[in-house]
């Protein structure tokens, strides 16, 4: 039995049109990117929401928000579809306290110190500490389903394989190390509390409103303004790119927290990968680049070259820190497309879910159109 | 016949220069500068190659580098001239970018923003803002 028909049911929930009707979700980090299409997916299935997030006064210290151009708050969505909007930290266990005076069938933990530029404190408070507060109470107050949000990053490089849910955590970068860490304090919680887990991994996310991350490939690829598409050789060291659309994404959640067999699982949750030179050809030609080219490369010529700029763009970064300022690019974005990341989602295929953009082609069309609407790119 | 050797470098070089100022300060504003300046450009070192091929005038760095080449192969390296003046201007639109939107491939190397945001497809092109 799905808890949260079971929960319905009891609370004797009225139907509609067939579909049951008083389901009740809590979606933190509601007014961020992915949070907002949580929300506003739940909305348009006939859940009841109850959003969550802190205030964009406290948010500011942590995320590289600039302005019109690249903001990560956005107000006005969660609070046009979800039922209630209240505001809370995650950080702060108390005030977490006053959103769970009801029962909720799916607790979607969407917020996420997503930001490579953070340290580790800031990174730990929030994305481990603030998520063990968050599961404590909803361990405690007996939610139907909880639903954590961590990344592929947790996987690292592996070497040329293709990686499924059962690969060992070998986070690179400090971001990545903090979902880690987070998954394990859940995983904990899950074993020592019964809190009722289902963990989705989801690639590099992208969709109307994202503004960090795989952007930002986009963003430096307009601003170069020539695109270099590097093809390696030999052919077996080709590196592949993983990225996930936000509506696929938010569908993948809801569909493991209405399964059963979906508890105490992790769900890789992206597109299929395909080649980066594949990817960056794509690209070029979306973006409507005037000029672009097809560079062969030798696989060690490669390395060499992708080592050194590391070494320049991790120079840039302490000089910019030292500055006060950040770097245009953050170096684990420059390591994502230095190294090789190739993830497979057949298991949660393997569970009846289907893509709307199983190719990340068709979904980055849509992403670049609605950028180029804005000016955004 | 007598050919400067210089002329192509130089070519090169007004070509970097023209295409870098047309990227940066004239490209949405004036659209049609950069095909106006380089034609006369082109016009001016084909001229004078024509005028040193009839003996009108002396090619510039007699005693220098000016080189006495075969009528034919001349005739061949004139004609390219606004090749290589093309491939200066490619040079700086790849490293300092197309428009003032960009950055060229040094974009990312800086710590400092100096492009103009991006405008919106539907009032991109070369149309005033």
Known sequence: ?????????????????????GKRALVTGANGFTGTHMVEYLFSQGWEVVATDIRREERGSYYCEEGDLHPSYFEGYSERTA???????????????????????????????????????????VNVTGARNLGEVAAEAGVGRFILWS??????????????????????N???????????????????????????????I??????????????????????????????????????????????????????????????????????????????????GMERWGRVPVWWPLYKAGAGIGLKYVRWLDRRARSKG?????????????????????????????????????????????WCKDRGWL | ????????????????????????????????????LSTVVITVFWLNAILCAFDVIEPWGVGWVTTEVNGWVALFIVLAYPLWFGWGAERARVLFGRAPDQGGLLWPFSLEEKTKPFRPAWRGGASKE
């Open chain 1, 1 to 21: 039995m799905v808890p949260w028909r079971r929960a319905t049911r009891e609370n004797s929930i009225q139907q509609d049109g067939g579909g049951l009707m």
């Open chain 1, 83 to 125: 039922s209630r909007f209240v505001t809370a930290d995650l950080t702060d266990k108390e005030s977490l306290l006053p959103l769970f005076d009801q029962h909720y069938d799916v607790v979607f933990h969407v917020a996420s110190l997503y930001d490579y530029f953070a340290q580790w404190d800031e990174l730990s408070r």
């Open chain 1, 151 to 172: 990344t592929e990053g947790v996987y690292g490089d592996q070497d040329h394989h293709s990686i499924d849910e059962d690969a060992p955590h070998n986070p690179s």
């Open chain 1, 174 to 204: 400090l971001y990545c190390k903090s979902k880690a860490a987070q998954e394990e304090v859940m995983w904990e919680l899950h074993a020592e509390h019964g809190l009722p887990l289902t963990v989705v991994r989801p690639g590099p």
């Open chain 1, 206 to 287: 992208y969709g109307p409103r994202h503004t960090y991350g795989v952007y930002h490939i986009l963003y430096a690829l307009e601003k170069m303004g020539t695109g270099v598409v590097i093809s390696l050789f030999p052919k077996k060291y080709n590196l592949t790119f993983p990225s996930v659309h936000v509506k696929d994404l938010t569908r993948a959640a809801l569909y493991v927290a209405e399964r059963d067999q979906a508890e105490g699982e992790a769900y890789n949750v992206l597109s299929d990968c395909i080649p980066q030179v594949e990817l960056m050809e794509f690209l070029c030609g979306a973006l």
């Open chain 1, 325 to 369: 300022a950040r770097p245009k690019i953050d170096v684990p974005m420059i390591e994502y497309m230095t190294h090789h990341y190739e993830f497979s989602n057949q298991k949660i295929k393997d569970l009846g879910f289907e893509f709307i953009y199983q190719d990340p082609r068709r979904g980055l069309w849509d992403y670049i159109t």
């Open chain 2, 1 to 36: 016949m007598s050919l400067c050797i210089l002329d192509i470098p130089v070519l090169i070089v007004i070509g970097f220069v023209i295409s870098y100022l047309f990227a940066k300060v004239w490209r949405w504003d004036y659209p049609d500068i950069y095909a106006t």
